[in-house]
C-alpha cells in the first residue's frame, strides 16, 4: 500500500520534470540544437530582460543556438507593447512595430530558420538607436517582468505558429499529465482490494523460503535499515544515526502495537458474533459478483419478490401513477378528492383494531382534528430558523421538560428574566423517531465515554432483543457491537453476561424497557450499578412503552386513586432514579399520541448531550450548528407533540395506560390457556409475544420440534383481518397492544384458537428458527439471499 503508489508518483514526477526540458534535452542538463551543443545554464544566459540589452553577434550566438530566443525587433515590439500607452513615444512605437510585423508573414517572428533569423535582424538593428533606453529602463522600475511576461504579451497580440506550438505544448503536457494522474488513481483503486491478500501470500513465500533462518521479519527490516544507514553515511558524508534511531523505535512501537491488538482479538472477539457474519457476508458478495450463478439465482429470488410487490404492499395494479411533472397544474380540488378518497379506505385498516402497534390512538375525531389544525397553524414552520419561529422552539423545550419529568431526569434551573422563580428545563432534545434518538443517543456516549478517553476502538454491549436501531448506529460510527444471547435469561439482558463482556474500550450499555420483540422490561437497576462500578454510560431505550410505564410506577399517586384502580402492575424502577442510567429516549409519537415524527432523547447532564450535537464554524455560510442529524426539520411535527401532551394531561395518560397493560396482560393469559402456542413474554406491558409450543421426545437425543409452525398461524390470522409483526430468533409473531387492539381482545382469542387448530390439521411442522417478516409489514421474505431480498424489498417501497 505504500511502495506501490509512491513508486507510480516518483515515476510520474520524473516524466513531469522530462516533459519541462526544451527539445532536444539529454539527461546531463546538454541541448543539442542546430549541431551545437549548450548546457542548461546556457539556455538561461540567452534570456535577457529588457534595459539590458546584448550584442548583435550575443544574440546572434542566442539565436542560432536557441531557435526559441525573440529576435530583437521582436523585443522592441514586447518593449512598445509592453509600454505604457501614455508614454511619449508609446503609440508611436506601437504603430511602426505592428506596420512592420503585418508586412511581414507572422510565422517570422519566431523561427528557427538562421536565414530568416538574419532578415529581421538585419532590419531590426537601424531602429535600435532610435529606442529611449531611459524610457526602458524607467519601465523596469514600474514592473519586474521576464521573458516569459514578454512571450505572453507577444503570443497575445499576433499568435505566430511557434505561440501556437508552444500554447499545444501547453496544453498538451496538460492532458497527460490528468491522463497519468488518472491512470494512477484508477491502478491503485484497482490493487487496493488485493493488497492484504498479496501481502499475506508474499508473507508466506518469504517464510517458506527462509524457514531455515532464524531472524525475523522484523530483524530483516531492521538489517536493511542499518545497511541502508551505511550507505547513505558513505554518499553524503553525514551521520545518520540519530534518524535511524528514531526510524528503528517507530518500527519497535508499531509492531508492539499491531501484536497488542492481536491478543486484544484473539481474547474478546468471538467466532459466532465478530468473525462469521463478516465472512459469510463477504463470501456471498463475492460469489454474486463473480458467479454467474449466483447471481442469476439471486435476481430470480429479487424478481419474485418485484413480481408479488403490489400484492405484498397492497397496492392496486390498476392505479393511476404519475411520473413526470404535469405540464398545467392540477386544480386543489382535483387533489383533495385523489388523496382523501384513498385516505378514507385506508384509514379502515387500522380503524378496525386488528392492526399490531402502527396507530396507537384510538379513532377519536376531537383528537385527529386538534392534530390537523396545529399541524396547518405551523405548515411552513422551520426550527432551523428559531428567531423567526419562537413559539416553536418554546414548545419543543416544554415537550423535553415534561417527558423528563415524566423519567425523573435531572433538570437545569434556569431563571427566567421576568420571574424570580427557577425554570426546571430538561436536558434532551426532540428528534424525528425512535431511531433518530438511539443513534443521538451512541453518538453522545460515543463522544463523551469515547473520544474524550481516547477509545480508538469503542465497544458496545447490548442483548440480541436489541433494536436494530444500535445495529445501523454502530454501522455509521464504526463501533463494534458485543451482544449478549437473551434467549437464555427469559429474553432479559443478563447483567452477569454484560459484566464479563465490559473491556476497557466499552463505552456504553444498551438497555430496553421493554425490548420490540418479546416485549421485556431489562433488569435496570443492577445494570445500572454494572455501569456504575465500571464508569460507563447506560441507555434506557423507552420509545415504545416510556409513556406506559410511566404513569404506572407511582406507587403514591395509586394510593391516592379509588380502590378499584389500586391494583398493582409490578413496574420496575426503569429510568433516571437509577443512578447510572445516563440517557432514555421514549417516543411521543407511539403512546404520547402525536403526530408521526417526533420522539424525545433525554441526558443526565449537558455535558453528555453536547456530544450529539454537530457545531462547525469554518462553513463558507457562515457558522453551523444543528441538535440532531437533520438541518430543516418540520416544526409543526413539535407542535403537534406538545399539543398531544397538554390536551391529554397525566389523568388522561394514566387511564389511557391502565387500559391498555390490563389488555395486554388478558391478552397473554388467553394465549397461555392454548396448548399449542407458548407466551414469550412474562409480565406484558404492551407487547404480547407468542410462539410455538415445543413437543417433548422420548428419545433424548432427537432435537425438540415445535407443535406447529407459527407463521402459518400468522397466515390464517391474516385471512381474518388480524395484522400480526412477525419475529425470528425464535420464530414467533407479537401483538402490540393500542387503544384500538384492547375493545378486540376477545374476538383475537377467538380467531387465534381457529387459526391454530386449523394449522395442526394441517400437519406442518414449524420452525424454531426461521427467516420472519420485514419490520413494519406482515409478510414473509422468501427463502434465500436475505440481504439482495430486503434491497427489493426497499426498491418496492420507494415505487410509485
Known sequence: SIVIPFVCRSLFDINNESDRRPSGTKSDGTTKVNNRTTKGDDWGKCISTPGREKSYSQQRSCQDTHPFVPSASSRSFISSMTRSPESPRGKDELQAVGEEHSSDDSTNLLTDSHSTASSTETEAIPAKPELDMDDDHHHDDDRDHDDSSDDFSLQKAFPTKQGKMRAGSSKSRKQQQQHTSLSFVRLVRYVRPWMSPAIGVAYLTYRCSSWSRSQSLLQEAIGFLLYFREWLELQTNTSWQLPSLLLQDAMALTALAGLTRLVYILYHYTWQHDYKPKLVTA???????????????????????????????????????????????????????????????????????????????????????LMNQVFASYTWCNPLHPGIWPKVGQCEGEVISMTAHMMHAPTLSMTQQNKSQPAEVGIGCITSGGTESILLAIRAHLHYYGTQRGIQYPELICGSTAHAAVDKACDVYNIRKVVVDCNRAGYQLDPHEVRSKITSNTIMIYSS????????????????????????????????????????ENQQRQHQLNEKDSEDFQVPVFDFRNPGVTSMSADTHKYGYASKGTSV??????????????????????????????????????????????????????????????????????????????????????????????????????QKQASLDIYRVQDMMKERGWALNAMQNPASVHMCVTLNVAPKIGEFLQDLKVAVKQAVQEGTLGRIKGTAGIYGTVGSVPAGAVIPTLRAFTDLTLAP
Open 601 to 702: 432523547v433525554l441526558y443526565r447532564h449537558t455535558e453528555l448531550r453536547h456530544g450529539q450535537y454537530f457545531c462547525y464554524p469554518h462553513w463558507s455560510g457562515g457558522m453551523y450548528t444543528t441538535p440532531t442529524f437533520a438541518g430543516s426539520r418540520a416544526g409543526a411535527l413539535s407542535a403537534c407533540a406538545w399539543a398531544a401532551m397538554v390536551s391529554i394531561g397525566e389523568e388522561g395518560y394514566r387511564e389511557r395506560a391502565r387500559v391498555i397493560v390490563r389488555a395486554a396482560r388478558q391478552l397473554a393469559k388467553g394465549v397461555a390457556a392454548i396448548p399449542e402456542l407458548h407466551v414469550l413474554t412474562d409480565q406484558p406491558f404492551v407487547v404480547v409475544c407468542f410462539g410455538a409450543a415445543e413437543l417433548e421426545k422420548d428419545d433424548q437425543k432427537q
Open 513 to 552: 424497557a421493554p425490548c420490540y420483540p418479546q416485549g421485556v422490561v431489562d433488569p435496570i437497576s443492577e445494570l445500572s450499578r454494572v455501569a456504575l462500578e465500571y464508569d460507563i454510560g447506560l441507555h434506557v431505550d423507552a420509545c415504545l412503552g416510556g409513556f406506559v410505564m410511566a404513569f404506572l
Open 283 to 369: 463470501a456471498f458478495e463475492s460469489a454474486q459478483r463473480y458467479v454467474p450463478a449466483v447471481q442469476v439465482k439471486v435476481d430470480a429470488q429479487t424478481g419474485e419478490m418485484m413480481e408479488k410487490g403490489d400484492e405484498m404492499l397492497k397496492k392496486s395494479p390498476t392505479r393511476t401513477r404519475t411520473f413526470r411533472l404535469p405540464w398545467a397544474g392540477r386544480s386543489n380540488d382535483v387533489v383533495l378528492q385523489e388523496l382523501q378518497g384513498h385516505a378514507a379506505q385506508e384509514d379502515e385498516n387500522w380503524n378496525s383494531g386488528k392492526v399490531s402497534g402502527t396507530v396507537y390512538h384510538y379513532q377519536s375525531k376531537q383528537h385527529s382534528d
